[in-house]
């Protein structure tokens, strides 16, 4: 039996050394949670409006879970996080998100202007353009999304804080 088991390690791990890591992996976790067929729709729609590179992955869970999503944004694996507003608040006033003016127009975006912590001021604040609203745009509604306000932020660790930004930008702009 245990000549089985070892096998089937060798197997998967073999399985997962084929498979390329993506320049840009995107994190998505609505409150109600989110089915992995659709996560797959996500991806697949985002990577046909970007083409062959940057190349991304877009992850989720079918579950909401405040745990799961707190070790998915502290390990810093993903570019781009996209959660609830009400989520997105509180992550927003512990401080610590990137902010966007430098990419995002304020203006335009007024929801996402928030008070929030100077990362490289402790004890300080502003307010800060550092999420942009996703529900109504084109990218969700590929998934006909009903849900409440989703929230996308750049993780100030992003693997390719660059490629992060662009992908974002581009979700924005679907149509």
């Known amino acids: 039996m245990s000549k089985w088991l070892l096998l089937s390690g060798v197997i998967l791990l073999l399985a997962a050394c ?11 976790l609505p ?35 405040p745990q799961k999503l707190m070790v998915e944004v502290a390990a810093g694996d993903h ?41 490289e001021e402790e004890g300080k604040t502003d307010f800060l353009l550092v999420g942009i609203p996703l529900a109504e745009g084109a990218w969700l509604q590929s998934i006909s999304y ?9 993780h100030p660790r992003a693997p390719d804080l660059e490629q992060s930004i662009e992908v974002l930008k581009r979700i924005v702009n679907m149509e």
């Open 18 to 28: 084929g498979r390329e890591k993506p320049d840009v992996s995107i994190f998505i």
């Open 79 to 119: 570019g781009i996080i996209i959660i609830s507003e009400d989520q997105f608040q509180l992550y927003a006033k512990n401080g610590g998100l990137m902010p966007l003016e430098e990419h995002f127009d304020p203006e335009v975006y007024p929801e996402g202007v928030l008070e929030v912590e100077l990362l």
């Open 31 to 65: 409150e109600a949670g989110l089915q992995a067929d659709r996560a797959e729709v996500l991806q697949t729609t985002l990577q046909e409006e970007l083409g062959e590179t940057p190349t991304i992955a877009v992850h989720t869970s079918p579950i909401f879970d």
């Open 146 to 154: 009903k849900g409440q306000e989703m929230f996308a932020f750049i």
